[in-house]
Every structure is written in structure tokens, then in C-alpha cells.
């Protein structure tokens, strides 16, 4: 597709259900973030993938999240046993190589965990 | 203290008023400098990217100085359709991986 594309769009948890939320980056993109946006508050960074490698996941704020991206493409980032401060919008973000640009953004999965 | 600052606002400007915001850095160290523009609900949209000898885009006009650590977004004339929370956005450290610390972000409201 033309553009980072990510699904769900929306996705409401139970407390303690798992979530998984996918990301597909613009065709032939080398990098990949992840970013978690509060209510109110500016991007916060997760994680970065350069291909299929994980080089930074220095944001993550706790084991229960993991993300991965088996195949340099795809990727996707699992929340385990959610909590209600896991509610946020999950922004996935590409770009051609790391360098020093700045990226396009997907349209966000807006969790709410209940 | 914050490795990005901004002013939240919001800033209420009436149409065709000259706006200024300013956003502050720690890291000395960060070597690019970005202004994204988000609307509610929306994702942020590279708005411009902010070099050393300042730049201009339309109504836009991107500084930055070094010195002080901050980086400042300009609009003038600004119309009803600028209005949108502006996120300052620098590189962490020396990092060419392309991770970005963002700022809170700035609300401004332009009215008629």
C-alpha cells in the first residue's frame, strides 16, 4: 500500500487479555517504530527495528510487551495480561533507512483495556 | 525534567495572527530536529524538518539554535485549518537510527 497501514484500528481488552496489534510498513521501508501515545501527551517511544532485527527496545515499559518482525515486513507488537494503564493509541511508524529524516506515521490502534 | 519541553497551551490566535512556539532539548548531543502537526485524533504528519540555518516552507518558518538548546515553528497569516497540536520532535543523542523524542505537543486554536 501507499502507507503505513495498521490494524486494528480499535481494540478494547479485558484486564489480563492479551492483545496482539499489527503493523505493515511502506513497501521496502528497512526501518520500523513503535510508539505509544497517551491522552494528552507526545509519542512515546517502544521499540525499533532495523529489517528483522530488533536494535532497540530500550521504551518497552515492561516484559508484558514483545514485538516482533520475523521477515523485515510485518511486524507486531504483543501486549500480555493487559492493564488499564496500557490504554493508549500504538502508533507504528517506517522509514526508508534509519538515517536521520523523519517518518510516516500509521493511523494508530487506539487500545482501551476495561 | 523532560528530554523534549513544550509549552501545552493552548494557544488561542484570531485568523491571519502571526504564532510563534518555542520547544526546548537537553541532549545537545541530538543532531535533527522536527516539527510534526497533529489533528484529534489523528497521527502525527512531518510538517517540516528544522536545519541549523533555519528554513521556510508557505507560512512556515522552522529555527533552530543550538546554543540555547530549542528549536521554534513560526506561522503567520495562520487560517482556521491550522488549527492542530504541533509536536516538536529531535533525534535521541548522536543516535542515527532514526528514533525521535517528542515533545508534549503544542494546541493552538485558531479562531474566526
Known amino acids: 500500500g501507499a502507507g503505513v497501514s495498521q490494524s486494528p484500528r480499535y481494540k478494547v481488552a479485558k484486564r489480563g487479555q492479551d492483545v496482539a496489534l499489527r503493523c505493515d510498513p511502506i513497501?521496502?521501508?528497512?526501518?520500523l517504530f513503535w510508539y505509544q501515545q497517551a491522552l494528552g501527551q507526545g509519542p512515546e517511544f517502544l521499540t525499533y527495528f532495523q529489517n528483522e532485527a530488533q536494535l532497540d527496545k530500550s521504551g518497552l515499559p515492561s516484559d508484558r510487551f514483545f514485538a516482533e518482525r520475523p521477515e523485515g515486513s510485518v511486524s507486531t507488537l504483543k501486549i500480555q495480561r493487559t492493564q488499564q494503564e496500557d490504554s493508549a493509541v500504538y502508533l507504528c511508524a517506517s522509514s526508508r533507512t534509519g538515517g536521520s529524516g523523519g517518518y510516516t506515521f500509521g493511523s494508530g490502534t487506539r487500545l482501551t483495556v476495561v | 525534567r523532560k528530554e523534549v519541553e513544550q509549552d501545552p497551551g493552548p494557544f488561542n490566535v484570531p485568523e491571519g495572527a502571526t504564532v510563534a512556539f518555542n520547544c526546548t532539548y537537553s541532549n545537545s548531543a541530538s543532531q535533527s530536529f522536527f516539527w510534526y502537526r497533529q489533528d484529534c485524533r489523528k497521527e502525527p504528519k512531518l510538517l517540516m524538518s528544522?536545519?541549523?540555518s533555519g528554513n521556510e516552507d508557505g507560512r512556515f518558518t522552522a529555527q533552530l539554535n543550538r546554543a540555547s538548546q530549542y528549536i521554534s515553528l513560526l506561522i503567520r497569516d495562520s487560517k482556521l485549518s491550522d488549527s492542530a497540536t504541533y509536536l516538536c520532535?529531535?533525534?535521541?543523542?548522536?543516535?542515527?537510527?532514526?528514533?525521535?523524542?517528542f515533545g508534549q505537543g503544542t494546541t493552538l486554536q485558531v479562531k474566526p
Open positions: 528544522v536545519y541549523s
Open positions: 513497501s521496502g521501508h528497512v526501518s
Open positions: 520532535a529531535v533525534t535521541h543523542g548522536s543516535s542515527n537510527t532514526g528514533k525521535l523524542i
